[in-house]
């Protein structure tokens, strides 16, 4: 059983900064890229953010110059976010994009249950 759990969401002003964090747990062998995403209540998600195994990275546009992703070992990912914005608001999300698990066939992806965002203008 693979599980993944976000942490670090909360209320923060215009210009502040959150960390966001995730970790997946459960026999894994290896995840391919992490991810994380964003949805706001009555629309899709949107892709963030990612970072692949070897530590390669890429943004969304909107984020750029203000969100980093980081990888430690295999399991974990961060979302460094600073100078939030109102529309930064949203539930985040974060994935483990083509996990291979131990004595299991087949690679997956393993979502988290998502924290909260909120930037107060």
């Known amino acids: 059983q693979v599980q993944v759990m976000e942490s670090g969401g909360g209320l923060v002003q215009t210009g502040g900064s959150l960390r966001l964090s995730c970790s997946a747990s459960g026999r894994i062998f290896s995840i391919n890229e992490m991810e994380w995403y964003r949805q706001v209540p009555g629309k899709q998600r949107d892709w963030v953010a990612g970072?692949?195994?070897?530590?390669?990275t890429r943004y969304e546009d909107s984020v750029k110059g203000r969100f980093t992703i980081t990888r430690e070992g295999k399991k974990s990912v961060y979302l460094q976010m600073n100078s939030l914005k109102p529309e930064d608001t949203a539930v985040y999300y974060c994935?483990?994009?083509?996990?291979?698990?131990?004595?299991?066939?087949?690679?997956?992806?393993?979502w988290g249950q998502g924290t909260q965002v909120t930037v107060s203008s």
């Open positions: 970072i692949t195994r070897d530590g390669s």
């Open positions: 994935a483990a994009r083509g996990t291979v698990v131990l004595d299991r066939p087949g690679i997956n992806d393993y």
